[in-house]
C-alpha cells in the first residue's frame, strides 16, 4: 500500500536526515522508482521529500542553535549547506529570523514536527471510477523528457507549455486528422520510468486503430513522431471535472488517499493517461486512467 512505504520513507528520511540524502535516495530504499515516490509523497503529503527533508533540518538546526553553543558556520555544514549565506538565507525564509538571532532568548522560529501517516475515514464523499481492462494499445505521439523535479510543482508549467508550444506549431492538428471526425480524441500520455532515471517521459497522442491510414502514419514518424507502446492492464478510470488541469491534480490526489486505501488496488508501472475527448459530456476536463492492479 503506497501509505505504509510513505511511512516507512519519512521514518528512513528521520534515521538519516542529517546525512546526505535526497528524494532519489529515498525512493530507492522503499523500493519505488524516483518518479512514482516525488509523485505520490507529493499528493499524500502535500510537499515534495526534499522540501520535508529542508523543513525539518532547519527545525532540528534552530533547535541545536537555540540548546547548544554550536556555531552558525558549523550548523551549517552539518545540516547540508554548502555555505553560512545559503543557510542563513533559508533559515532566515523558513523561521522569519536569522541563525544569529535565534541563538538569543525570544526568537521567533517555527517547528515542524516529524510527520505520522494515518488513514482518516471521512463519511459524505462519493469518488465515482469504473475499472477498465485493456489490451496492448499503440499511441503516436509528440514525445518529450522531463525532469521528475517538475512533479507537482505549482510553480512549474512544462508540461502546460509543451502543449501550447505544439499548438502553436501546428503539430496537434496534423495528429488529430488522421482520426475520424467525432473520434479526434488526445491523449497525454506518461511513460513508465527507467528505474534510476531522472526524468520521466510525456507525449501528447491518438490511438492507432485499424482505420488509420499506414502510409500516413509512417509519414509522421518519418518527421519526429513517435510510437507509444502500452501492455494489457486493468485501469482505474475517473472523470475529471473543471475548467483546468488543477481537477487532474485533485483527482491523483484522492487516488493516493481514498481510492487506494479502501479498494485494495495499487498503482501499476504502467502508462497512465489523460483522455481529451472531442465531444465530451458537459463540464468534462478529461478522463484519468491510472493502470492498477490488486495489492
Not at 10 to 33: D, F, G, L, P, T
Not at 86 to 102: E, I, L, M, R, V
Not at 170 to 183: D, E, F, T
Not at 207 to 213: G, K, S, T, V
Request: with cysteine; aromatic share 12%; glycine share 6%.
Amino acid at each position: 500500500m503506497s501509505i505504509q512505504l510513505i511511512q516507512q520513507a519519512i521514518c528512513y528520511m528521520e534515521e538519516h536526515i542529517i546525512e546526505n540524502i535526497n528524494y532519489a535516495e529515498v525512493a530507492k530504499n522503499v523500493h519505488m522508482s524516483s518518479y512514482d515516490f516525488h509523485r505520490t509523497f507529493r499528493f499524500i503529503v502535500g510537499m515534495t521529500a526534499n522540501e520535508y527533508i529542508r523543513h525539518r533540518r532547519l527545525t532540528l538546526a534552530a533547535l541545536e542553535l537555540q540548546t547548544t553553543d554550536i556555531s552558525v558556520i558549523d550548523a551549517a555544514y552539518k545540516y547540508g549547506y554548502e555555505s553560512p549565506e545559503s543557510f542563513s538565507k533559508a533559515f532566515s525564509k523558513f523561521h522569519g529570523s536569522t541563525p544569529k538571532q535565534a541563538k538569543r532568548k525570544g526568537a521567533k522560529l517555527h517547528l515542524f514536527n516529524p510527520l505520522a501517516i494515518k488513514i482518516i475515514v471521512e463519511g459524505g464523499s462519493v469518488m465515482d471510477y469504473r475499472i477498465e481492462q485493456r489490451g496492448k494499445q499503440k499511441f503516436l505521439t509528440l514525445m518529450r523528457a522531463f525532469s521528475n523535479e517538475i512533479l507537482n510543482d505549482d510553480n512549474d508549467h512544462s508540461v502546460p507549455d509543451f502543449w501550447s508550444e505544439c499548438s502553436e506549431k501546428n503539430l496537434i492538428v496534423p495528429l488529430k486528422s488522421l482520426c475520424a471526425k467525432g473520434k479526434q480524441n488526445l491523449y497525454g500520455l506518461c511513460a513508465p520510468v527507467i528505474s534510476g532515471n531522472s526524468c520521466f517521459n510525456y507525449g501528447i497522442g491518438i490511438l492507432i486503430d485499424e482505420n488509420i491510414d499506414l502510409k500516413a502514419l509512417q509519414h509522421f514518424t518519418q518527421n519526429g513522431y513517435s510510437i507509444l507502446e502500452t501492455e494489457p492492464a486493468d485501469y482505474a478510470v475517473f472523470k475529471c471535472f473543471g475548467s483546468d488541469g488543477n481537477c487532474i491534480g485533485d483527482t491523483w490526489s484522492k487516488f493516493f488517499k481514498e481510492f487506494i486505501p479502501q479498494t485494495g488496488y495499487t498503482q501499476a508501472e504502467e502508462t497512465d493517461y489523460e483522455l481529451y475527448y472531442e465531444n465530451g459530456e458537459n463540464g468534462l476536463f478529461c478522463e484519468l486512467w491510472i493502470p492498477v492492479k490488486k495489492a
